[in-house]
């Protein structure tokens, strides 16, 4: 399935790219057929910097039960911070 | 047929006169031959699609690929430029039939063509390769599990793209269409749909949907590959284009 569907949020933060660090602008989710992941569907993630080119993409591809897990342990670990950290 | 063949990235005409990256492979020590326009799926033009280019080829065929990313991401990776294209939608309908358009005329002019040219796309260019064969003239159209010929793109799918079935009074050529009875973009429903509009539009056309195979199962590098779903549609596109474009 040619899903398409993406949901994209605007990010602020760095990403290592194949050509190296560079600040990060966006990030787009979306659930589609991986390029690279042996499952038939993805839950997939680019981390972008458009005015930097199509080249400045950090991409993951994910079963959806590691997206799930991933999900958790960002906001676990966010919620466990010392205070005044995050 | 001795499988003798040559391949190599060029640059085409496209929509609008703009100059795009296209892969051309086209078989050698052959006087004549047919022509295939090939249209890469929707995670772009890839090794994948490539090597299907090349297999055209081996077999007697000039099959050329345009990159249908090329204006969203030039020099990029196939992979981001998928994703570049993704984010803007997908390609434009007129974008895409002026760049078969251009890539046909380019098969149509090389020395030892015999004039013919048919169109082939997987995936999204199922539905392009529908497309291209209801607004240019071809000589044979293959649409590999198309989505989006019949029904419309699910709420919240950014997808630019809308129905395309009511063109099939406009359908230049033959089709063949080659589906998985399991894929649901298209559904055995929406395929069962088309194939009456054809009927009624009476437009020659043969369908096979394959049992066990769901969406993309040409796919050799993919788990959705199944192996005798592929086989069976590689000998029903040879009959196919042996019969429309070959000689």
Known sequence: MCTYLTEKIAVDGSGKGAAGWFSLTDATVYLDHPQHAPAEHTLNIDFLNPAKGPSARVAVELTAESARALARAIETTLQSAPPGLV | ?247
């Open chain 2, 1 to 247: 047929m001795n499988e003798a063949l040559i391949a190599e990235t060029i640059s085409i005409t496209g929509h609008d006169g703009d100059e795009i990256e296209a892969y051309l492979a086209r078989p050698l020590g052959q006087d004549s031959f047919g022509g295939v326009v090939v249209i890469h799926h929707m995670p772009g033009y890839d090794g994948g699609t490539k090597e299907i280019a090349r297999t055209f080829a081996a077999h007697g065929y000039a099959a050329l690929m345009p990159n249908l990313y090329h204006r969203d991401a030039p020099g990029a990776s196939p992979d981001d430029a998928a994703a570049a294209a993704r984010a803007k939608g997908g390609v434009p309908d007129e974008r895409l039939v002026g760049d078969v358009g251009g890539a046909a005329a380019h098969l149509r002019a090389l020395e030892g063509s015999n004039g013919k040219v048919g169109v082939i796309g997987y995936c999204s260019g199922g539905r392009q390769s529908f497309l291209a064969a209801c607004s240019l003239p071809l000589d044979a159209a293959v649409d590999c599990y198309g989505a989006f010929v019949v029904g419309t793109p699910p709420e919240g799918m950014p997808l630019k793209v809308g129905p395309i079935v009511h063109l099939a009074p406009d359908l230049a050529c033959p089709l063949l269409g080659l589906f998985g009875a399991e894929d649901q973009y298209p559904s055995p429903d929406q395929v069962a749909e088309l194939d009456k509009a054809l009927i009624e539009a009476g437009k020659a056309h043969e369908f096979h949907s394959y049992e066990g195979a769901g969406h993309a199962f040409f796919s050799a590098n993919r788990p959705a590959y199944r192996v005798e779903a592929a086989n069976d549609g590689w000998q029903r596109i040879w009959d196919f284009f042996g019969r429309y474009l070959a000689g």
